[in-house]
């Protein structure tokens, strides 16, 4: 029992850790971009000495990937554990969307984004980052989409069964998500983006289901 004691604590030291040197990394970054942000300094940020930083990331760029891939599981956590609310499935679809977008303007994912951006010249590995960012936010969307069609409705909306779903999801993804995205990654007024969310997101539905109706 004393073994698993001192293995479950060195377990915790370890997060506590990598959490405090992707604190720190993500204020660098944000900061002082990839190419500006040093170590050193992320290891005084984080109490953690340079070894112990390496051990768990390479590279600069590792550790990098590591804190935009944080970020964008956070949001993804924002609507994974969120069942949505609502009577009818343009609803439920319409609450997926808002839990999705409402917070997105001030979110890091939204930064290290633009951050990939302008620093992928230097860098041509980000875009990799950004693509299996995009594949699992996809992946997490397909889910709620799936839980979405409730089972008496899924004969009505054919594009919900499996074999049309991940196609379904990139064009509700286009459709609802990235139009809004892109304009705060472009730096628009983030206040102006909240504003605007739920008529973009009521719109974007009603366009969205008759292509559910007829599978696509």
Do not use: W
Request: a positive charge; charged letters at 25%; hydrophobic letters at 45%.
């Amino acid at each position: 029992m004393n073994r698993n004691l001192s293995i479950c604590r060195r377990d915790e030291c370890f997060r506590s850790v990598e959490a405090r040197i992707l604190d720190a990394a993500r204020r660098m970054f944000l900061e002082r971009g990839l190419a500006g942000a040093s170590i050193d300094e992320i290891a005084r940020l984080a109490r953690a000495g340079k070894p112990s930083i390496y051990a768990r990331f390479p590279t600069k760029e590792a550790l990098f990937a590591a804190v935009a891939m944080r970020n964008a599981a956070n949001v993804r956590a924002r609507f994974e554990t969120q069942t949505p609310a609502g009577a009818t499935i343009d609803e439920r679809l319409t609450t997926l969307g808002m839990n999705i977008l409402e917070r997105l303007p001030d979110s890091d994912a939204v930064d290290f984004m633009r951050l990939s951006i302008a620093e992928s010249q230097r860098f041509p590995d980000l875009p990799s980052i950004g693509r299996i960012a995009r594949e699992r936010a996809a992946h997490a969307v397909s889910q709620a989409l799936s839980d979405v069609a409730h089972d008496d409705e899924t004969g009505t909306f054919p594009a919900f069964a499996p074999d049309r779903l991940a196609a379904m999801t990139q064009f509700f993804l286009d459709l609802v998500v990235a139009r809004p995205l892109m304009r705060a990654v472009f730096g628009e007024s983030r206040e102006r983006l909240r504003a605007e969310i739920g008529a973009h997101v009521t719109r974007s539905v009603a366009f969205f289901l008759p292509a559910c109706r007829h599978g696509g």
